[in-house]
């Protein structure tokens, strides 16, 4: 075939015309069934012995191959057997051309891989309608395996993680993404059990929903996307998202699609914090003082255990300021916010910038005197920080005045009775010359004792 020849073996759409490779020995053989070929639109490759079907094929890559088997030399089951044999002529289809129609030699071809097996003397439109099926089969046993081919380039370069999960909850596949999030080698996961990579509740979950679709597939529907905490090989958990869909192939299966928001949630637990938390000093902010205050008050309710408010107030922190400039009076607040938060040491302690120049801490099961006590120290830590105050008319030092409450929280109480508590301690200090501490006890409802 000249160059011209092989420009118009392509249709309009792009697409080569099927190539045929006709081999036999007889020369009239040969011109009778290429001329057939040409006619049915094919491009038609001649050989007329076995090596030179083999060095043809090879080349052409043949969409398929009419081989006669008696030739001289290489006959037609040994060049079979051989293009059978080289990765790249192995998936051409072979159509063999004989007189030996016994039995045994269909069989022997049909053996050696070939696809049909025609008997001679040729019937020019059996042979037309044969090699016409089977190049119908290839076309589309191609677009299947094209197919495939787009479906697994898909899923192994997709961003998001793919598992096919059985109805018994056992992992069939995984894509890269997917292992990759999950910390496994490829193909770890396959053969595991949801179980293995779930909370056992979520992992019961899933289970009943896929039994449920097993048992009627019909009625089955995605289940949604929801939020799970997958255990990563190395023991941490992950966040993703999972959404599952039911598919049914010869059994139920399930695809599950994994994105991973371990960032977002991260980021959301952090602006979460950040509200929690007073920008300036990086102590809690009011917010989550009343909060924890809350939660602290209906437990000592419940337990009769006192609870302990300290509410301190910077000493002339105005004066500081305008001495000293607002920057200067943030760089303070910063230090005794840093002094007073090293004193809240249990778990059931918060200290907080309640707002200004004003923190407050909270001391669950604390009594009254124990309170004095740490307040005490954190007064005599203030002003150990020798902060200097210059203007300060009671101290060269910046210093704090403290009062403290103290509840046992009843039924009816509320929280506000020990702010007012603390808040009239602490203005009695300011008032009996400040740096120091004033104590009191509330039994909520009945005032102070
Ligand atoms: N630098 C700075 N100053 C603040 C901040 N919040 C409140 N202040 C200042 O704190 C000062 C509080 O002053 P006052 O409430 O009058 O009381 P004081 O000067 O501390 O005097 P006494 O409480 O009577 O000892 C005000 O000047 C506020 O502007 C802040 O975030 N940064």
């Given at each position: 075939?000249?160059?011209?020849?092989?420009?118009?073996?392509?249709?309009?759409?792009?697409?080569?015309d099927p190539a045929i490779l006709i081999v036999d020995d007889?020369?009239?053989?040969?011109?009778?069934?290429?001329?057939?070929?040409?006619?049915?639109?094919?491009?038609?490759?001649?050989?007329?012995?076995?090596?030179?079907?083999?060095?043809?094929?090879?080349?052409?890559?043949?969409?398929?191959?009419?081989?006669?088997?008696?030739?001289?030399?290489?006959?037609?089951?040994?060049?079979?057997?051989?293009?059978?044999?080289?990765?790249?002529?192995?998936?051409?289809?072979?159509?063999?051309?004989?007189?030996?129609?016994?039995?045994?030699?269909?069989?022997?071809?049909?053996?050696?891989?070939?696809?049909?097996?025609?008997?001679?003397?040729?019937?020019?439109?059996?042979?037309?309608?044969?090699?016409?099926?089977?190049?119908?089969?290839?076309?589309?046993?191609?677009?299947?395996?094209?197919?495939?081919?787009?479906?697994?380039?898909?899923?192994?370069?997709?961003?998001?993680?793919?598992?096919?999960?059985?109805?018994?909850?056992?992992?069939?596949?995984?894509?890269?993404?997917?292992?990759?999030?999950?910390?496994?080698?490829?193909?770890?996961?396959?053969?595991?059990?949801?179980?293995?990579?779930?909370?056992?509740?979520?992992?019961?979950?899933?289970?009943?929903?896929?039994?449920?679709?097993?048992?009627?597939?019909?009625?089955?529907?995605?289940?949604?996307?929801?939020?799970?905490?997958?255990?990563?090989?190395?023991?941490?958990?992950?966040?993703?998202?999972?959404?599952?869909?039911?598919?049914?192939?010869?059994?139920?299966?399930?695809?599950?699609?994994?994105?991973?928001?371990?960032?977002?949630?991260?980021?959301?637990?952090?602006?979460?914090?950040?509200?929690?938390?007073?920008?300036?000093?990086?102590?809690?902010?009011?917010?989550?003082?009343?909060?924890?205050?809350?939660?602290?008050?209906?437990?000592?309710?419940?337990?009769?255990?006192?609870?302990?408010?300290?509410?301190?107030?910077?000493?002339?922190?105005?004066?500081?300021?305008?001495?000293?400039?607002?920057?200067?009076?943030?760089?303070?607040?910063?230090?005794?916010?840093?002094?007073?938060?090293?004193?809240?040491?249990?778990?059931?302690?918060?200290?907080?910038?309640?707002?200004?120049?004003?923190?407050?801490?909270?001391?669950?099961?604390?009594?009254?005197?124990?309170?004095?006590?740490?307040?005490?120290?954190?007064?005599?830590?203030?002003?150990?920080?020798?902060?200097?105050?210059?203007?300060?008319?009671?101290?060269?030092?910046?210093?704090?005045?403290?009062?403290?409450?103290?509840?046992?929280?009843?039924?009816?109480?509320?929280?506000?009775?020990?702010?007012?508590?603390?808040?009239?301690?602490?203005?009695?200090?300011?008032?009996?010359?400040?740096?120091?501490?004033?104590?009191?006890?509330?039994?909520?409802?009945?005032?102070?004792?």
């Amino acid at each position: 075939m000249n160059l011209r020849e092989s420009a118009a073996a392509f249709g309009p759409t792009g697409l080569r015309d099927p190539a045929i490779l006709i081999v036999d020995d007889a020369p009239d053989n040969l011109a009778a069934l290429r001329t057939q070929m040409v006619e049915q639109g094919y491009q038609t490759f001649v050989a007329n012995s076995g090596e030179r079907a083999l060095q043809l094929a090879q080349r052409v890559h043949p969409d398929l191959i009419l081989m006669d088997i008696v030739m001289p030399d290489m006959d037609g089951f040994e060049a079979c057997r051989l293009l059978k044999a080289h990765p790249v002529t192995q998936r051409i289809p072979v159509i063999f051309m004989s007189a030996r129609t016994e039995a045994e030699d269909v069989v022997a071809g049909f053996d050696l891989g070939a696809v049909d097996y025609i008997g001679k003397p040729l019937r020019m439109a059996e042979v037309c309608a044969r090699v016409r099926a089977q190049l119908q089969i290839r076309a589309s046993s191609e677009t299947q395996q094209e197919q495939a081919e787009r479906l697994r380039t898909i899923v192994n370069s997709m961003a998001e993680g793919l598992l096919i999960i059985e109805a018994s909850g056992r992992i069939q596949f995984t894509n890269p993404a997917c292992d990759q999030y999950l910390g496994y080698q490829a193909d770890q996961l396959s053969g595991r059990y949801i179980g293995d990579l779930l909370n056992p509740l979520v992992a019961q979950e899933y289970l009943d929903y896929f039994a449920r679709h097993a048992a009627n597939p019909a009625t089955a529907h995605s289940h949604g996307t929801r939020e799970v905490i997958i255990r990563h090989r190395n023991g941490n958990s992950v966040c993703m998202d999972l959404t599952l869909t039911p598919m049914f192939l010869r059994q139920p299966l399930f695809i599950g699609l994994l994105h991973d928001i371990t960032h977002h949630k991260l980021s959301e637990d952090a602006l979460q914090r950040a509200a929690m938390v007073d920008p300036l000093t990086k102590i809690a902010n009011r917010r989550h003082f009343d909060s924890f205050l809350e939660k602290e008050w209906q437990r000592a309710t419940r337990t009769g255990a006192p609870l302990s408010l300290v509410l301190l107030d910077v000493d002339h922190f105005k004066l500081y300021n305008d001495s000293l400039g607002h920057a200067a009076g943030d760089i303070c607040l910063q230090q005794v916010a840093g002094a007073i938060a090293t004193h809240a040491l249990r778990g059931t302690d918060l200290a907080a910038r309640y707002g200004g120049e004003e923190f407050v801490l909270l001391f669950a099961e604390t009594d009254l005197e124990a309170a004095t006590g740490l307040a005490e120290a954190i007064r005599a830590h203030v002003e150990a920080l020798r902060l200097p105050h210059p203007k300060s008319p009671t101290s060269p030092w910046i210093t704090v005045s403290i009062g403290v409450a103290t509840a046992y929280p009843q039924q009816l109480d509320i929280t506000e009775t020990l702010f007012v508590a603390a808040d009239r301690a602490m203005y009695s200090a300011k008032e009996d010359g400040r740096n120091q501490i004033c104590a009191t006890r509330t039994s909520g409802a009945s005032g102070v004792r």
